[in-house]
């Protein structure tokens, strides 16, 4: 028997009586110049339906449980796949095609439970939109994502040439064999098909790998303490409203900010990226709590997953990535914005050091009881008793520097779309796309109504960083 790793299995019951586990991603893409994208959306989808190509082994099993099992979790491979109840169309109805509809409709696909009598995945094409363009959005569980391989069907079927056509469905087998166009063979430094979803979905759900390796036991390292003044502990975040049991719902929502904006930050202060955009989320969440009147005197703490690289850790990994956890103090006690900055890069840098010279697995080892919440407290009855380690994850995914295309469709925009469980209600993700930022929020639709008004605080926060910083 093919027998699910215990973590995955773990997960898959814990599903059973709360949060759904999957993840997924939405592009948003412009047609090839001079077609239609309610035509285009339609040859595509009917070429999906009828591709020859082999189907991802991933996707072609389901996982199962019985009697004849002794009650373990096994993969079962489906050898007869309907692709027509994976592959699915959406028309958005007429004058209900703004950005905020098509986010609306992501939240409901994004709450619905994936068949388990079928291979977990789903995938749907959305036309409608008002300004022309269509969304695919995918959606794959967890313990289909091995967050090594990521979404490698998707990626492979992407290309950097608009010219480009026959291309392989998204959830083709990965093949060896190399495009004719020479442009998709992941020349270091340039974006490759597979760099974009993989990165995209694969980094998104990396906190929940990495209580993977926690359960697991791949700890090799023992400390005394390596947490500081800007390096929070466990059980060290204040109670908020993120901190508590979901509901049924879910609610979605993004934007994105260019690229130089955050560079022109970055630069003027000294910091890194990943430190603007960190500090751009701690300036929206303060604001949304402060005008709720529920911002707490203690700062909130995010829990980062850092990746590491070492000449010796690209060798012994296809990735070049050692990925470490830590707890990040955001600040969200603190008014001025530039001080917030300050503090989460001396915070950020205090995690990639420790990660850097004790391991990964040494700061799990302090992390743990941070970790074993997300797969644990799901199915006990004890999320509004336990004092929260973090009160969010955020995921900062770097992207491709250039655009991708899909048979001459471009892709515009690439968002994750992660993964929310009881007693953390909000999710941040981030991901660089040619010359933007993407900003994706996910949370429960009850614990954070009016996900929508996070996006004009979105811009705010990066406004009031440029205005202290002299780069407005």
Known sequence: MD???????????G?????????????IMTPPPGEDARAFVDRMQQESLTATEEIDPRLRRRPHRGVETGG??????????????????????????????????????????????APMWTAHLIDGLDDGRFAFYIKVHHIVIDGVAGLQMIGDSLS????????????????????????????????NPLSLLRSTVGTAVSGLNLTRHVLAGELSNLVGSLTTRSVAGPFGAPHTRFNTKLGPHRAVAATSLERARIRAVRQAAGVTGNDVVMAVISGVIRAWLAERDELPD?????????????????????HGNQFGLGLCPLG????????????????????????ADKGPGAMLVVLAPAVFPTVLLPLLPLTSWVPPSYNLPISNVPGPQEQSYFNGARVDEVYPVSVVYDGMALNVTVCSYADRIGMGYVADRDVLPGIDDLIPLTERALAELEDAL???
């Open 332 to 355: 969200t006690d603190i008014a001025d914005p530039r001080e917030r900055l300050d503090l989460i890069h001396q915070a950020m840098a205090n995690v990639k050091r420790e990660v």
């Open 15 to 27: 599903e059973l009586v709360s949060s759904p586990m999957h993840v997924a991603a939405l592009l």
């Open 160 to 191: 950097t040439d608009p010219d480009r056509r026959e291309m392989p469905p998204f959830y083709a087998a990965k093949t060896t064999t190399e495009p004719a166009d020479g442009d998709d063979g992941g020349s270091p430094g340039l974006p």
């Open 3 to 13: 027998t699910l790793d215990p973590i995955d299995a773990l997960m898959l019951t």
């Open 470 to 472: 002299g780069v407005a």
């Open 298 to 318: 203690q700062s909130l703490v995010a829990i980062c997953p850092v990746t590491v690289r070492s000449h010796e850790q690209a060798a012994a990994d296809e």
């Open 72 to 117: 373990m979790w096994v993969w079962r491979d489906v050898p007869d796949i309907d692709l027509s109840q994976h592959l699915q169309r959406r028309t958005l109805p007429a004058g209900s095609g703004s950005a905020a509809d098509l986010w609306e409709l992501v939240s409901e696909l994004h709450a619905e439970r994936l068949d388990r009598s």
